[in-house]
């Protein structure tokens, strides 16, 4: 691989190395070739000429999408599936496109399509790591690529009314692939045995997005957390692979309390909005109330001063005078 050359991806959160399924895989490709490339996620996504994260620069080319990506680094040495059999390398083609369509139509619709999430969430995941100016619009772009997404892949527009959106069809779809994924993992470090493959990126790159991200909807998360050699596989990865790579914009000083940990995550996003706003609240009423102070104090003295003449002579103007 060329000296100076990059993958340039979203930056993580949650602990994770990515927000994003694209460039989730796109580092599990580097990550499990150990392919000696260095990952920029400080980047502008309009600067990879198709607008969108993620993209390899080598010198004065770039490569965007993963696709490309992928044949970069299999000409160059780096195949992710090279130590599989073909019989396992068949498999992986197979079962990789069977998840795809299980669960990419879900991925779209729960991040970029449902509005309370996208409102709460993803907007400002994506806004966070564009530009300014360009973060007030870049991240609608992902939501019009998820109604593409769900309309062929899910069978309905996410454009009309929330009563009609079929997410507890996708999310049906995607709990049995979850289902089959946890049986053919089973008791195996990988999909395949000891050795990693392309399906294994996909899947961890799905899963660990769904897994760790706090949506207000989200119904996979808690099936997810039921199969435990599935969660014990995200960690593993995340733990193993991207120790480096992986962020988090929350730092816990403290264990949360008893009353704290029952809480939801739309309701902790609600108590901590509610507290912001009555310290704000605060903070603007003694702002006031010393304006208020100040103009009442400098009124009363030149009330004082205008009032100091009443018209009356009293008998000690007139010792004065005659002192005179």
Not at 87 to 96: A, E, G
Not at 247 to 270: C, G, H, V
């Amino acid at each position: 691989m060329q000296l100076g050359s990059k993958l340039h991806v979203y930056k993580g959160e949650w602990g994770l190395p990515s927000i994003d399924f694209e460039c989730m895989r796109a580092l599990c490709l580097l990550r499990f070739t150990r392919c000696p490339m260095e990952i920029e996620t400080n980047t502008n996504p309009l600067r990879s000429g198709a607008g969108k994260l993620p993209y390899l620069q080598i010198g004065n080319d770039k490569f965007h999408g993963y696709k490309d990506i992928k044949r970069i680094l299999d000409l160059e040495g780096y195949p992710v599936d090279a130590h599989l059999n073909t019989k396992q390398k068949h498999l992986s083609i197979t079962y990789s496109n069977w998840v795809f369509t299980q669960l990419h139509a879900y991925y779209h619709y729960y991040l970029y399509g449902e509005p309370h999430n996208y409102d709460t969430m993803t907007r400002g995941l994506y806004a966070k790591r564009t530009p300014f100016p360009f973060n007030f619009y870049y991240p609608s772009t992902y939501q019009r690529q998820a109604s593409d997404v769900v309309q062929v892949l899910g069978g309905f527009d996410i454009n009309d009314k929330l009563e009609k959106h079929e997410g507890d069809y996708l999310a049906a779809n995607a709990k049995k692939c979850v289902n089959l994924l946890s049986r053919k993992l089973g008791r195996k470090v990988w999909f395949f045995g000891d050795t990693y493959s392309e399906l294994d990126a996909i899947v961890y790159s799905y899963l660990a997005i769904i897994y760790h991200i706090t949506l207000p909807n989200n119904p996979l998360q808690n099936h997810i957390k039921g199969c435990q050699n599935l969660v014990n596989f995200i960690k593993r990865i995340t733990k193993d692979i991207f120790r480096n790579e992986c962020y988090s914009s929350i730092k816990l000083t403290k264990a949360p309390s008893q009353s704290e940990t029952t809480l939801s995550a739309s309701e902790r996003k609600f108590t901590e909005t509610d507290l912001n706003t009555k310290i704000i609240a605060g903070v603007g009423a003694m702002l006031a109330m010393g304006a208020f102070a100040a103009w009442r104090g400098i009124y009363t003295q030149l009330t004082r001063s205008s009032t100091d003449y009443d018209g009356i002579d009293y008998e000690d103007d007139d010792m004065d005078e005659v002192l005179d």
